[in-house]
């Protein structure tokens, strides 16, 4: 075992034994658990088009496919590829709060999706006013959260965690640069040529 594995679980057995309380437990749960807390995604999604109207859309949409390309990085290519064992399967003494299937554990693909979409939220509205800001540092704090807690409740290493960031992070931008990139391309370029500002 190497000096990096050794620290990884030396972190996570302080994260999921040592900086845990009862009174989180139930709070980690609900943030990990996509059908317990769907409605925060909604109400999430709600405020897009509140802000952004019809282009609340576009950003709804770019957030869905940074998180597919994120989620299917994490489980259909990392988890495959890594075959690691998940700290409540491996590691003795595990405070495991949750019924988990046997599956590989790195990267965790919740903190993936919740990256990418913090991630499409930061890169859409943190020019905005005083309450954009606002719901991108409220979006941020609830990724950080979900991450958090797939280590708290037993099921993934801090380092399944940190790739999993950085895969939604990635996707996201990746995402972003290609719409970009294709709005520049063809909208755009359509655009101009219909108005006869095109040579």
């Known amino acids: 075992m190497g000096p990096i594995e050794q620290a990884d679980i030396w972190l996570f057995r302080l994260m999921n034994q040592h900086l845990v309380t009862p009174a989180f437990d139930d709070l980690m749960v609900f943030l990990t658990d996509p059908k317990l807390s769907v409605h925060l995604l909604i109400l999430s999604a709600a405020f897009m088009f509140v802000r952004r109207g019809r282009d609340g859309f576009t950003v709804l ?3 869905a496919l940074a998180v597919g390309i994120a989620d299917f990085t994490a489980s259909g290519i ?5 075959h690691r064992v998940r700290p409540c399967f491996a590691l003795q ?7 988990q299937p046997s599956s590989w554990s790195m990267a965790s693909s919740h903190a993936a999706n ?6 499409i939220v930061w890169i859409f509205f943190r020019g905005g006013s005083a309450v954009d800001r606002a719901y991108v540092l409220l979006m941020m704090f609830y990724g950080v959260l979900v991450a958090f807690s797939r ?10 965690v940190l790739a999993g960031l950085a895969i939604g992070i990635v996707s996201a931008g990746l995402v972003y640069t290609i719409a970009a990139w294709t709005l520049k391309r063809f909208v755009h370029t359509a655009a ?8």
Do not use: C, E
Request: aromatic letters at 10%.
């Open 61 to 63: 949409l770019l957030a």
């Open 78 to 82: 990392m988890k495959p590829l890594f």
């Open 93 to 99: 003494g595990v405070r495991l709060l949750v019924n």
């Open 114 to 119: 919740a990256a990418a979409v913090a991630s």
């Open 151 to 160: 280590i708290y409740i037993g099921v993934h290493y801090p380092g399944d």
């Open 192 to 199: 101009m040529r219909r108005t006869g500002s095109w040579p």
